[in-house]
């Protein structure tokens, strides 16, 4: 018996013509997690398998798995010989094992059989019912349910192999990432903008990630915070550059010379600027945010649209319609609550005016901004910016 992962793609079977492109795209993104030479990965007539694992890995990868882009589910399996006698004893060892792993008795269960390779001499109603049977008969404890089984004992018939596995592990859907272009996280260490990057990155975005800090009113610790949320957000997207902006500078000048009230508006919009400029020069196409309408002042239609000016990207905000309790949901699903929750000030927390304009307009907030010259303040943060890579 060889371990092996069976991969199913999610929306890749759309893409038509395209598919090729999308398939070879997915097998890169699966060799990215696995980073193992002696594993290899094949794609063979819809589905991708995982070759050369061993017991002791084999289950560690596939819960890897199950955060890359355009996987559907991923079953570690184990593969035969296409012999019946071989298809018998493998499910009875496999089956065998897994029991053992189950909390309580008795058990259901249901045998699922393809076969994709029509030599072989059973057919799939066939390997269900023979197959049951030979299993009913090893296991006492087993009972067939076609309903909602417990278990769900796969069988599938390949080219050169018979695959045999217990589990379907549901992964996160979405598209491979790299074939859909590339975006820019404005990453603050809130609970929203790492679920909006995942939420881009699942659609095939490759993300970096821009955060501004203004280190000594925000800790390091603070600063810690985000860079563990970027790593947590990298497990799903792959690679990503975080540049860490250094904005104490120009939230002082901000608070020194522009009305209290147009102070957060007006932080808004540099930050846009800013993250337009490191964007267009590391060849990102859009920016993305997590705001939500109406979730704080700065998120009225009104504050949007003035920082939306500050642009020249296209802005993406996935969370635009969500309430609160529906992205805490999701960030606890993908892992980055705990870590989100941890209260450490963010520089959009400091110097927050008791007062702040819910409607303000374009034309007045770039009047106030008149004031000061905050160009070579821009320059300045870019140039002092840090980069890492996870
Ligand atoms: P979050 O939970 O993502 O921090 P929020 O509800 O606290 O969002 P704001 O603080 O107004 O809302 O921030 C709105 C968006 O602006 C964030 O989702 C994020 O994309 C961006 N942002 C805020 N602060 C920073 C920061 N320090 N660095 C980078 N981007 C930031
Ligand atoms: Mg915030």
Redesign the pocket.
């Known amino acids: 018996m060889e371990h092996v992962l069976i991969v199913r793609y999610s929306e890749i079977h759309l893409k038509g013509m395209n598919r090729p492109y999308f398939e070879k795209a997915l097998v890169n993104r699966i060799r990215d997690a696995i980073p193992d030479p002696d594993i290899a990965v094949e794609r063979e007539q819809g589905r991708i398998f995982v070759n050369g694992l061993s017991d002791e890995n084999a289950f560690g990868y596939a819960e890897r798995l199950c955060k890359v882009f355009g996987i559907h589910s991923v079953s570690p399996a184990v593969s035969v010989e296409k012999d019946w006698n071989a298809v018998v004893s493998g499910s009875k060892q496999l089956l065998d094992r897994y029991l053992a792993t189950l909390p309580g008795n008795m058990h259901t269960f249901k045998v699922f059989a393809r076969r994709a390779d029509k030599r072989f001499p059973y057919n799939s109603e066939m390997i269900c019912r023979e197959l049951g049977h030979e299993l009913l008969e090893a296991f006492p404890s087993l009972q067939v349910d076609v309903h909602h089984p417990e278990i769900m004992f796969g069988v599938e018939i390949r080219k050169n192999r018979a695959y045999l596995y217990c589990q379907e592990l549901e992964a996160a859907g979405g598209m491979p990432v790299g074939t859909n272009g590339r975006a820019m996280l404005?990453?603050?260490?809130?609970?929203?903008?790492p679920v909006?990057g995942y939420m881009i990155a699942k659609r095939g975005v490759c993300l970096d990630a821009?955060?501004?800090?203004s280190y000594p009113y925000t800790s390091e610790r603070a600063r810690e915070k985000v860079i563990d949320l970027a790593r947590q957000i990298s497990e799903y997207s792959g690679s990503m550059t975080l540049h860490l902006v250094p904005f104490t500078d120009i939230q002082l000048s901000i608070y020194d010379n522009c009305p209290k009230a147009e102070t957060t508006v007006i932080m808004?919009r540099l930050?846009m600027k800013i993250a337009d400029r490191i964007a267009r020069r590391t060849g990102a196409q859009a920016l993305i945010?997590?705001?939500s309408i109406g979730?704080?002042a700065?998120?009225t239609i009104e504050s949007l649209t003035v920082t939306n000016d500050a642009a020249s990207l296209p802005v993406f905000r996935p969370l635009i319609g969500f309430d609160k309790d529906e992205i805490v949901s999701y960030a606890k699903r993908i892992g980055t609550f705990e870590t989100s929750i941890q209260p450490f000030e963010?520089?959009?927390t400091i110097f927050v005016p008791q007062h702040p304009v819910t409607k303000p307009s374009l034309d007045r907030i770039l009047l106030s901004e008149r004031v000061v010259d905050f160009e070579p303040m821009i320059e300045k943060a870019i140039a002092g910016t840090e980069q890492m890579t996870f």
């Open positions: 404005l990453l603050s260490g809130g609970i929203d903008s909006a821009v955060h501004f800090y808004r930050m945010t997590g705001e979730q704080v700065s998120q963010d520089c959009c």
